[in-house]
């Protein structure tokens, strides 16, 4: 992978991780811990309709943290120089795979042999 490309995809990460974080904290979420815990108004008359609200709170949290450990993740293998490897075969990952999605652990083949 060219320098350049590889710049511009940490780049991407940097944002996208710094777009999770801000959409974190809209919802009242602490990055870090154990637990998820949101900030969900209370003052609802319905408490299914509160409880119900919560509960799609919570799960779009979850997705964001579990993003967010992916992009850290990917910018850490860049720190360590393992970014762009296959973690399962060791190949080089295509870079219109890591264009596509610059989490990218796997290759298109392992990907597909894995059905992940």
Same mark, same amino acid.
């Given at each position: 992978m060219e320098t350049s490309e590889y710049g511009e995809l940490r780049v991407r990460l940097e944002e996208?991780?710094?777009a999770v974080r801000r959409q974190?904290?809209?919802h009242g979420a602490a990055e870090d811990g154990d637990g998820v815990e949101v900030a969900v108004d209370e003052g609802f008359a319905d408490s299914g309709h509160a409880t119900a609200e919560r509960s799609q709170v919570l799960a779009m949290v979850?997705?964001?943290l579990e993003h967010r450990? /992916? %992009?850290?993740a990917?910018?850490?293998?860049?720190?360590?120089?393992r970014y762009g490897r296959c973690e399962r075969c060791g190949? /080089? %990952?295509?870079?219109e795979r890591l264009d596509a999605r610059p989490t990218a652990r796997l290759?298109?083949?392992?990907?597909?042999a894995v059905g992940a």
């Open positions: 996208e991780l710094a974190l904290a809209d979850e997705g964001l450990g /992916e %992009i850290v990917a910018l850490e293998r860049m720190d360590e120089g190949a /080089e %990952i295509a870079y290759c298109l083949p392992c990907k597909q």
